[in-house]
């Protein structure tokens, strides 16, 4: 047995005995990396930084694997639907990629959730491409059955257009926004940006974290 201390406890001097085995091994998870995207052919799996109804910007904090708070937002606007990105992607604005769930109820931020993705809604951001890919919750019954954007009310399209064209006027960025695409699109921006992680993350982590070869 490993002695490891004495402590003070009520007045009681305490020892305290430790086998080698009872002493756990630890596993860092990360969001962005440790997630895998792919449920099935047609769901994936991504991580939601904000939830619907927030003016407060939470972003990644890409080395920590937290989040922070980013910004409350200047315009008096709130996010029309759960904020996120799908984990192991790198997109052309070299983050992972964005994405907007709609369903039913806001969420804690760093959940995961299950969706199918139905369009792409393009953007331009200060000069740099930061496409939203638009998805819906697949264990949400009041739209897990939508499979294009289309099926969505004109009006909450409109909405989440118009979001995005003003939450950053009151800071003097530019944005703009154009009509979205369909799912096809959709899917072929989510794995391409699959295939960037892969090409430009993954053999950096493999440096950094070398696996043990007696593991």
Not at 2 to 15: A, K, N, Y
Request: with cysteine.
């Amino acid at each position: 047995r490993l002695h490891l201390s004495q402590l003070l406890l009520t007045g009681t001097i305490v020892e305290i005995l430790m086998e080698p085995s009872f002493i756990p091994r630890v596993t860092v998870n990360h969001p962005w990396h440790s997630v895998d995207p792919f449920v099935s052919d047609d769901l994936y799996q991504v991580i939601i930084e904000i939830p619907r109804g927030s003016k407060v910007k939470y972003e990644l904090d890409k080395k920590s694997g937290l989040l922070k708070v980013d910004r409350i937002l200047y315009s008096s606007v709130v996010y029309p639907a759960n904020y996120g990105f799908f984990p192991r992607t790198y997109a052309e604005d070299n983050d992972p990629l964005d994405c907007l769930v709609f369903m039913s109820e806001p969420v804690v931020p760093l959940s995961i959730l299950t969706v199918r993705v139905i369009g792409v809604m393009p953007m331009i951001d200060q000069g740099e491409p930061d496409h939203k890919i638009i998805c819906v919750c697949a264990n949400d019954p009041d739209f897990a059955n939508i499979t294009h954007f289309n099926q969505l009310a004109t009006h909450v399209i409109n909405a989440m257009m118009r979001f995005f064209m003003d939450y950053k006027a009151l800071e003097h960025k530019a944005v703009s926004v154009d009509s979205p695409s369909g799912p096809e699109e959709a899917l072929r921006i989510v794995q391409e940006s699959i295939r960037s992680y892969q090409t430009v993350i993954e053999p950096k982590i493999t440096e950094a974290f070398p696996r043990n070869s007696k593991e």
